[in-house]
């Protein structure tokens, strides 16, 4: 197993982590249960491969999966690193979030947890929530208990925002330590601010490093990209890997199988330099412009006044022609029929896209002629 220095908080992490949020369920009376059996089994072999990264929250696996993990990981706990997360929306009086540190703690069977994320927070949460209420207080002061070894947090919102949490959190004298955010060959929205955690001492772990299991499929992608026959999934880890501003990637990884394949990956000395991870992401974006709809998702054309979403609608269509992703294709058109069910056909013609891209497309056209190519896959 490779292993990474982990920003200023003195550990070594493992460039693969075990993201515990899809352990082996089985149903038994309405209720759901983790099979410990398999968990336990898969848990020690990826230590015995050298993961010591293993991710958990309150809501995993039906609320099971803390329990889960303490019970896996109870004969070498002082050897693993492990990590749970605070839900900001429990915080509605004083004593909130010592009651559900204690409550993890307690579900994990352990005196402490490593790494205690804010969990999924944005700007809303941190300045609505996690400020107004000294929560960052709360943290420094379980961490001088030794409840917490280090303050994280991981984060679903604009790129920008996570300057500003890291900013705020340090001139507030309780910093950040490490940061999970989502980050893959397919969605790099979040690279940049990668880099300026990295450079304030942060230590980094990526979340959906096969885009959520869209690049386990088989796809051409990977020979458009670089020529190699590589299986999709070994290019997107080797791409987050490659990032000299990543210290881990997590997966939820479900099977022995599963275990074994992506140790292997992480273990190995064929990871991009940084100089090759550049290109790769290079062709990427090249790959992109070469389609013959380069949206780029500006977002420009928006709002639309009957309200289509033109840039999901292109996005299906990127998936399907310049990734080899049509079955992710379809399940997007599928659910935006569903929740949106704004096409071409609702247009009023007024031209207001068109006149706002960038691109110069021909927003009008292309959007019944991928609406044609999407409903028909």
Known sequence: MNYRKFGN?????SALGFGCMRFPEYEKEGKMYVDLEKTDEMIARAYELGVNYFDTAPYYCNKNSEAALGHAVKNFRDKVLLTSKFPTE?????GD???????????MGTDYIDFYHFWGIGRDEFDNIIMPQDLLKDAALAKEEGLIKHISFSFHDDPLVIKH???????????????LCQYNILDRSNEEMLAYAHSKGLGTVAMGPVGGGRLSAPTDMVEKLTGEALPTY???FKFCLGNPDLNCALSGMQTIEMVEQ??????????YSKEEWEKLGEAMENLKKFN????TGCKYCQ???AGIKIPDIFNMYTYHNVYGLSDHAKKMHKDYSEKVGKFSDACLNCGMCERKCPQHLKIRDELKRVESIIGNL
């Open 90 to 94: 429990l915080a509605k009086k004083p």
């Open 303 to 305: 709002p639309c006044p």
């Open 234 to 236: 070994q290019l997107a």
């Open 9 to 13: 908080t003195g550990e070594q992490i």
């Open 165 to 179: 949490i890291i900013d705020t959190a340090e001139s507030y004298g309780v910093p950040m330590e490490t940061m």
């Open 262 to 271: 992506n140790t292997a990956l992480a273990s190995s000395n064929s990871a």
């Open 292 to 295: 013959d709809l380069y949206c």
């Open 97 to 107: 979030f010592r009651k559900q540190l204690e409550s993890s703690l307690t579900n």
